[in-house]
């Protein structure tokens, strides 16, 4: 990646370090700056100093970098750069270093001197940090010496001072999120890996190490990909069977802009596309994805119309040609430009035509050099093709024989009287009987209850044109009301809050899996804005004489029962366990499970897309290997099992 990047200058001192703005107001509105003070924000720290890194990788002068989460979660990130300048910076008469982690919007990435392409804004990254760490500390080596400097909540303890003789070029930043500004300060590896692991694929051949040093068996993973989105396309399709050999790569340039494109098809029914600008991944898409699915729907088609595959008039549509594709596309660009609430979008409009340009040509060359391929995957869109008609005439039959164009909703819903969908729940319940008695204990103004039966469909093996029609899945569709897959319009959602309501047992869970699986693959939105909950039924009642408790796990029932004992520890409880939720009445299902001032919710979210994906294909995919694998590795972790 490196030598596709223009090497913008040798020199890198404090002339390159311009200064827009204070500091003031991180430590007073630190969500403002990191997103938030929970996980994802003390994560953010990490990524904010390990981009850094990657901007000198980006600029051609760093080839590694190592990130160690040390004892007491104190995280040290090294790189083998250049060095951050030590030198007076003009603007402030202080030293380039000082200024770049103690004044918000300082850095080498805002004149156009330091870097052409960025990630971030150096400078905007480590101020911030250092602002939300109870201490930092910075080493440079550069000039043949090390120098060094000391913080305190931003403050400074230690003056720039040189500390010992350098044989390298480098810079070392070791700090402690404050726990004053953060909910928890206790770092997960995996999170960290997950986002390691992303950057060394978009940047191929730099090595990223990662290591963790706390507990009594340090763990380290090294991360190098010479192949960059090449193999990180491969990765995605680890638990897939592609329909043919090779991955695609198609990249190219123009001015002071690049961009690359992998792909490769596998025999499933899901798209996988993941998109990064200067490697900030942007899953709302924006320019280079649009470009990229345009000229992927028109060379595929041409392809098919000149070879006579494709008839007359006929054509594929762009859902039909990423049937079953995982791709990535990876643009680096001067300006990044990033719109909507969450700035997850790219907006630059030029990158929309350099994508679509490379694409077209290149994959055009592509088709034509290798036949079988380009056969493979035109027969896996004309197959999408047909699926996607017949899914739409089973969708018209099932309309003209529910009535659902005249509004009518299943049997088996018992609505509630609310209107507004952000103050409306609905219970998916397993269960007749199960339902008949969130039925009776409802609070029927905003709560609606939808009986669901036996096993539903498993929706990672079968297309929309098998969902239609199937008696499980249709009456949930139909409840919720904003369609599926393409179709799927969150804005005409009925309920804000989508619980599912099934036993604590194996067959509970099958069936929670089951619907999540339906909801990642066919109305992810209502994961992504956080709509969709698990309840979490009690396991155990407790009585002692007309007193009585339930417990949600076996360490608050033995907290319970001696509480209940208190000071005769020889006296009675009656410790029972809940069979399944249809065992329960009415008014002790509302107080344990459905009352909102009591009741127990988990919010299902979406914390790492492409981990996802992988799951679900694992396991609810054709392939038993991995599925048996992962339960092999998984199994240790599973503290009590009831069969």
């Not at 007491?72 to 951050?84: L, Q």
């Not at 918000?104 to 990630?119: C, M, N, Q, R, T």
């Not at 798209?271 to 900030?280: C, G, K, P, W, Y």
């Not at 098998?466 to 249709?474: A, E, F, P, S, V």
Request: with cysteine.
């Amino acid at each position: 990646m490196a030598d596709q990047i223009e090497k913008v200058t040798q020199e890198y001192d404090a002339s390159q370090i311009q200064v827009l703005e204070g500091l003031e107001a991180v430590r007073k509105r630190p969500g403002m700056y990191i997103g938030s003070t929970s996980s994802s924000g003390l994560h953010h720290l990490v990524y904010e100093i390990v981009d850094n890194s990657i901007d000198e990788a980006l600029a051609g002068y760093c080839t590694g970098i190592e990130v160690v989460i040390e004892p007491g979660d104190i995280i040290r990130v090294s790189d083998n750069g250049r060095g951050i300048p030590v030198d007076i910076q003009e603007q402030t008469g202080k030293s380039a270093l000082e200024v770049v982690f103690t004044v918000l919007h300082a850095g080498g990435k805002f004149g156009g001197g330091g870097y052409k392409v960025s990630g971030g804004l150096h400078g905007v990254g480590a101020s911030v940090v250092n602002a939300l760490s109870e201490w930092l500390e910075v080493q440079v080596q550069k000039d043949g010496k090390v120098y060094q400097m000391k913080f305190a909540r931003g403050e400074i303890t230690e003056e720039l001072t040189v500390v010992g003789q350098a044989y390298r070029t480098g810079t070392t930043v070791r700090f402690k999120p404050d726990p004053e500004m953060f909910d928890d300060t206790v770092y997960d590896y995996e999170i960290l890996h997950t986002r390691m692991r992303e950057q060394a694929f978009l940047n191929g051949g730099l090595t990223i190490a990662l290591c963790d040093l706390r507990g009594e068996t340090p763990r380290r993973d090294v991360m190098c990909y010479e192949g960059g989105i090449r193999e990180f396309v491969s990765y995605l399709n680890k638990h897939k069977s592609p329909i043919h050999p090779e991955v695609i790569y198609l990249s190219g340039s123009k001015g002071d802009a690049m961009a690359e494109v992998a792909l490769q098809y596998n025999d499933g029914y899901n798209e996988t596309l993941v998109s990064f600008a200067n490697d900030i991944h942007t899953p709302e898409g924006g320019m280079h994805e649009t470009g990229f699915k345009t000229a992927l729907t028109r060379v595929i088609n041409a392809y098919g119309q000149k070879n006579n595959i494709i008839k007359g008039d006929d054509k594929v549509s762009g859902e039909d040609v990423r049937e079953g594709i995982s791709a990535v596309i990876s643009v680096k660009l001067p300006e990044a430009q990033f719109e909507g609430q969450t700035k997850q979008k790219l907006g630059n409009a030029y990158i929309r035509t350099l994508v679509d340009n490379i694409v077209t040509e290149q994959l055009t060359v592509y088709f034509e050099e290798h036949p079988l391929a380009a056969k493979a995957i035109l027969e896996k869109a004309m197959m999408a093709n047909r699926a996607r008609e017949a899914a739409r005439k089973a969708r018209e039959s099932v309309r003209r024989k529910t009535g659902l164009e005249s509004g009518q909703m299943p049997d088996k819903l018992q609505d509630c009287n609310e209107r507004d969908p952000s103050l409306c729940e609905i219970y998916i319940v397993e269960g007749d009987s199960a339902a008949g008695s969130a039925i009776q204990g409802r609070d029927s103004r905003f709560q609606a209850i939808l009986a669901m039966w036996g096993k539903m469909l498993n929706v990672e093996k079968a297309r929309a044109d098998k969902i239609y029609g199937n008696d499980k899945l249709y009456p949930l569709i139909v409840a919720l009301g904003a369609g599926i897959g393409d179709e799927f319009n969150i804005e005409k959602l009925r309920y804000h809050k989508i619980i599912i309501m099934a036993d604590a047992d194996v067959d509970g869970s099958h069936i929670r899996t089951l619907l999540l699986t339906f909801f990642f693959r066919y109305m992810r939105p209502l994961i992504e804005k956080g709509y969709v909950y698990s309840a979490v039924p009690p396991l155990y009642k407790l009585q002692r004489g007309k007193q009585q408790r339930v417990a949600y796990s076996d360490e608050q029932r033995d907290r319970i029962s001696a509480e209940m004992r208190g000071d005769n520890p020889n006296v009675k409880v009656d410790i029972s366990r809940f069979k399944g939720l249809g065992e329960m009445d009415p008014h002790e299902l509302w107080e344990t499970t459905m009352d909102p001032e009591q009741r127990s919710l988990r919010r299902i979210t979406l914390g790492d897309a492409i981990l996802a994906d992988q799951v679900f294909t694992v396991l609810m995919g054709e392939e038993v290997e991995p599925r048996r694998d992962w339960i092999e590795e998984n199994a240790k972790y599973v503290v009590n099992l009831d069969i």
